[in-house]
């Protein structure tokens, strides 16, 4: 059983330096993330998308973290689950179902690579590869490339579940960056369980923040329902890699709302009462009587705010239905390399 903590007040958003437009504009993405999720994981239960990883009980890490990046300058090396972190980084809810759906205009490969991988250079958001972990060593290897090209602008961010710390990408990755001081955000996104294996059982210490003192850089634990504390750590964490002081590591804790994919059957290792705790005090819950509760927004404006949100996912998902499918002459773009005649 995975532990869940005791709810705490959100941080206060101007005490971090964020305007009432901040406190917004969070909540805007942490809404719009949820709601392109809910009707993903609609689509699946409906037998129209094949298969979906939900981010669930997540978005609150993912929009504060987003807001302490810069999308024109930094690089996202996120895995499957970071919807919030894609959509901050530039992908459109038009492209997102071309996405789940592997139409040909997908812009990320054409309808070949797993759903929710996200990947695109123009957005500055490195491509996933499946297996778990590969992008901790490459967001560390692209900030070592910043640095030979003379860019002192920009960091790497790296997210990844507690489940994942246990490889050994991870430690090779915190090991090299520490070593160069390189301007690297390692973020653990610990959402409870490795698939379906609570933190307890795969791992000899209790928080993976506690790593961090072994390479000699900071580790730092935040509410990961709270997206103005995650805000304030990621921001003094690009800060200090700027500054030339090397990685941070970041733990934030959380809880997965729903199972680890949509073919997972999580009733087979925990309780619909642990669920039902943990929904209790869910980021998006939290954020909506945070911003009700500080006269930033109105119910009205809520309900408003939702309702466009449907109705442009709603024109998306039909317009991704539509379109065409890959054509079968192109199988092969995109995995072999174009060579000319008699080469």
Not at 143 to 160: H, P
Not at 279 to 284: D, K, M
Request: negative net charge; aromatic residues 8%; glycine residues 8%.
């Amino acid at each position: 059983m995975a532990t869940l903590t005791a709810i705490a007040p959100l941080t206060d958003h101007r005490s971090v330096g964020l305007s009432d437009d901040d406190a917004l504009r969070i909540f805007d993405l942490m809404l719009r993330t949820r709601e392109i999720d809910e009707r993903m994981w609609a689509l699946n239960r409906q037998g129209k998308a094949p298969f979906v990883v939900p981010c669930r009980g997540q978005e609150a890490a993912q929009a504060g973290a987003a807001w302490a990046l810069d999308p024109q300058k930094d690089w996202l090396f996120p895995h499957y689950r970071d919807l919030g972190l894609a959509l901050w980084f530039g992908f459109d809810v038009d492209e997102l179902f071309l996405m789940y759906f592997a139409k040909g205009a997908d812009i990320i490969s054409g309808g070949r690579q797993m759903t929710h991988h996200f990947g695109s250079q123009a957005r500055h958001i490195a491509s996933i590869s499946a297996p778990l972990g590969t992008q901790i060593p490459h967001a560390v290897g692209a900030a070592y490339a910043m640095r030979l090209q003379g860019k002192t602008d920009a960091v790497t961010i790296t997210c990844f579940g507690e489940g994942t710390s246990s490889k050994g990408d991870f430690y090779e990755a915190c090991s090299l960056a520490a070593l160069q001081k390189l301007p690297v955000i390692f973020l653990c996104e610990n959402n409870g369980y490795a698939i379906s294996v609570p933190m307890a059982k795969q791992s000899p210490v209790p928080n993976v923040a506690d790593r961090a003192a072994a390479f000699g850089f900071p580790g730092v634990i935040v509410d990961g329902t709270d997206p103005f504390a995650t805000y304030s750590a990621v921001r003094d964490a690009r800060a200090r890699g700027l500054r030339g002081e090397g990685p941070t590591l970041i733990e934030a804790k959380m809880y997965r709302l729903l199972p680890h994919t949509s073919d997972d059957n999580d009733m087979t290792y925990r309780t619909r009462e642990e669920v039902r705790q943990a929904e209790e005090g869910e980021p998006l819950k939290r954020i909506i009587e945070y911003v009700r509760s500080r006269g930033l927004i109105a119910d009205d404006d809520i309900a408003a705010r939702r309702a466009r949100m449907r109705e442009e996912i709603a024109a998306a998902v039909a317009a991704a239905q539509a379109a065409p499918d890959p054509d079968p002459a192109t199988v092969a773009d995109r995995v072999y390399a174009s060579v000319e005649e008699g080469i």
